[in-house]
């Protein structure tokens, strides 16, 4: 198989993509197609080494995995170890146990498979994962393994035949994750077989499913427009849009254009590609997949928030010798043993699952053990109040449940019934449940009832659509109903407003119209603002770790600028003014996160029950004094 350095100038544009969008750079906001790029290239050359040896007679599965192994596992499992050393060290019991349960997963291939059942790849909680990247590497291998069972049942066929049963399988599985994405987007993102077509894709280029470009002109076409999607990609998409889906064609089209053109002869494109700068990065790139994103995570944990421009950059430098080294150290020693006894496939089958073994036996011990809270003198966690007061599954609708799982005002009423006062409305997602156990608290002493409408990851925004939360429109377009029908005279209206911002999910224009909408209706409305959110995941480990009752929130006033102006006519209470100080030498404001009578956050950024009535009680005037002033 002869050695093309395109691909490997590929590899760069790809890792650069990854490298630079979780940086956070905001111009790289489809920065994330870079593993979609990475899986096309996958395709196409294990495609191309299986034809090869088909071809020649002496394909062997043996051989096949030995490859493998030499190629992907000894510096993923330096990576794994180092890793788990910090780990050891800086995580908290809880974070611990969540590290070990994705490191055992990591070892056995399935980590794309616990983060399905888990989590979503953008939640908040994800960013301190140091494996979470690892979900690609978890799907490039199950595929590694189903992948030559498949060749090799078809090898007493010809050509024509593999290449019309890998179109029918990449048609099924674009066709499957076409229709995941939009009622199940994690599990499209994720999983293997809503993502198997982009594998395959490069492997039906391998073999020779689509023509050779001959003439000159025709290649550079295609060589430029492969290099446009990529681009078009990168700088357009957004973590918003719905991934994997349609919008994947784009970035997958583009590489595979862009391998096909260099396969057919030389382009504009390809010379850039393999300008020895740019082929350097792509030899080193699987090595800076591999180590980025922990050296980032452990990063933003030493520091307890994002880190600043010159931070960032210089942790970029750090991670580009590190993947140096780990390339010329582990990648390319363990490619080629300098023994025979390191070629035969019975010796190296032995010592990857001996290592595999001792790996996953390090992440059941952390997950038996709790996280090892032993580690740490005097550790006592606290259980904070307030989830249990959002009525989650009836009045705080997850992700999974239809609107009509609502179970109306009789029965999500804040309060007692005080039958001569007017009612509101508290409309929003788990920003605005949290304010439910102080809205309790002061419910007797409010001049209405209040009933309570929320739903997990779904802001207050008519006729919005929201990728991860395919329930949340019609959630939302329920709410003029339910507020004719109840006689509602106001609305309080709150969210994540920065988060929906970040993945460029809050549509300014739409939030202006249901508030000019409502306005209209004669309907008075509060908008509150963005509240503190955190990096870490549990404030008394904050407070442990960091000896601090403060902590830097990574959400500022900025957050709230776009919310007032699409809110003109509501009155806006900015609630992180009731616990942080800004500084105007600091990006983050410093807020108190706790007191003498408990914590305020139960998590990186829920009200507890006593952050929620300390926030209620506060602006309770503000609360009040919005239904009085009806018939004025």
């Known amino acids: 198989m002869t050695y093309r350095p395109d691909i490997d100038g590929l590899r760069a544009v790809s890792i650069l993509s990854v490298l630079l969008f979780h940086a956070k750079f905001s111009l790289f906001s489809g920065g994330y197609i ?13 495609g191309s080494i299986v034809l090869h040896d088909a071809q020649r007679g002496t394909f062997s599965l043996a051989t096949f995995y030995v490859r493998r192994i030499r190629r992907i596992l000894p510096a993923l499992f330096a990576a794994l170890a180092v890793t788990a050393v910090f780990a050891l060290f800086l995580l908290s019991p809880q974070d611990l146990k969540g590290f070990s349960q994705n490191l055992a997963a990591t070892t056995l291939f399935s980590s794309n498979i616990v983060y399905y059942l888990k989590a979503g790849y953008f939640e908040n909680a994800a960013e301190m994962n140091p494996l979470l990247h690892t979900w690609s590497l978890g799907v490039e291998q199950q595929f590694y393994i189903v992948f030559p069972l498949v060749l090799l049942a078809l090898l007493p066929y010809r050509r024509p035949v593999w290449i019309a049963v890998l179109l029918t399988a990449a048609a099924a599985s674009f066709a499957l994750g076409v229709s995941l994405v939009r009622d199940h987007p994690v599990a499209a993102f994720y999983l293997l077989p809503p993502r198997l077509w982009e594998l395959v894709l490069g492997a039906l280029l391998a ?21 446009a999607l990529i681009l078009v990609s990168v700088f357009a998409l957004s973590e918003a849009t719905a991934f994997p889906g349609y919008a994947a064609l784009l970035p997958c089209l583009g590489a595979a254009l862009l391998i096909h053109a260099g396969r057919s002869g030389a382009t504009a494109v390809g010379a850039v590609l393999t300008l020895r700068p740019v082929v350097f990065i792509g030899l080193i790139s699987y ?3 591999i180590w980025h994103w922990p050296l980032m995570v452990f990063a933003r944990f030493h520091k ?19 993947s140096v080294l780990s390339w010329r150290l582990i990648e390319v020693p363990f490619r080629k043993p300098a023994t025979e006894t390191g070629r035969r496939p019975s010796k190296v089958f032995a010592r990857t699952g001996w290592v595999m073994a001792g790996l996953a036996a390090i992440g059941l011990l952390g997950h038996l053990t709790n996280g090892l809270p032993q580690r740490f003198a005097d550790y006592t966690p606290q259980d904070i109040s307030g989830r249990e007061f959002y009525k989650e599954y009836t009045c705080f609708l997850e992700t999974d449940q239809p609107p009509e799982a609502w179970p109306g005002v009789e029965n999500c009423r804040i309060g007692p019934l005080k039958a001569e006062a007017p009612t509101a409305l508290l409309w929003g997602d788990s920003f605005a449940a949290h304010y439910v156990p102080g809205l309790q608290t002061v419910a007797d002493t409010l001049p209405f009832n209040i009933v309570q409408y929320t739903a997990s990851g779904c802001p207050p925004i008519r006729d919005l659509p929201v990728t991860a939360r395919p329930n949340c429109q019609d959630f939302n377009r329920r709410v003029e109903e339910i507020i004719d029908r109840n006689g509602i005279r106001t609305v309080i209206m709150a969210a994540r407003w920065e988060w929906y911002m970040d993945t460029n999910a ?7 119209e249901t508030v000019e909408a409502l306005l209209n209706r004669g309907i008075r409305i509060v908008v509150l603002g963005q509240s503190p959110v955190f990096r870490f995941r549990n404030p008394y480990d904050h407070t442990y770790f960091m000896k601090s009752d403060r902590a830097y929130s990574i959400t500022g006033h900025a957050a709230d600028q776009p919310v007032i102006a699409a809110t003109q006519g509501a009155r806006f209470v900015d609630t992180s003014d009731y616990f942080c100080e800004p500084d ?36 309770q005037e503000v609360l009040s004094a919005s239904d009085r002033s009806y018939g004025e």
């Open 207 to 227: 073999f020779g499913a689509v023509p050779d470009i001959r003439r000159r002109a025709v290649r550079e076409l295609a060589a430029t427009l492969g290099a």
């Open 506 to 512: 809050l549509d300014l224009r739409r939030l202006h």
């Open 584 to 619: 105007p030498c600091k990006a983050h404001p410093l807020c108190r996160i706790r007191d003498d009578q408990g914590f305020y956050f139960l998590d990186q950024g829920h009200f507890s029950t006593r952050g929620s009535t300390l926030i209620v009680q506060s602006i």
């Open 304 to 322: 307890g928030r994002d880190l600043s421009t010159k931070e960032t950059l210089i942790l970029l430098v750090v991670i580009a010798a590190v």
């Open 287 to 289: 090595s800076m997949y």
């Open 34 to 46: 870079g593993v979609d790029v990475f899986f096309v290239i996958s395709g196409y050359l294990i």
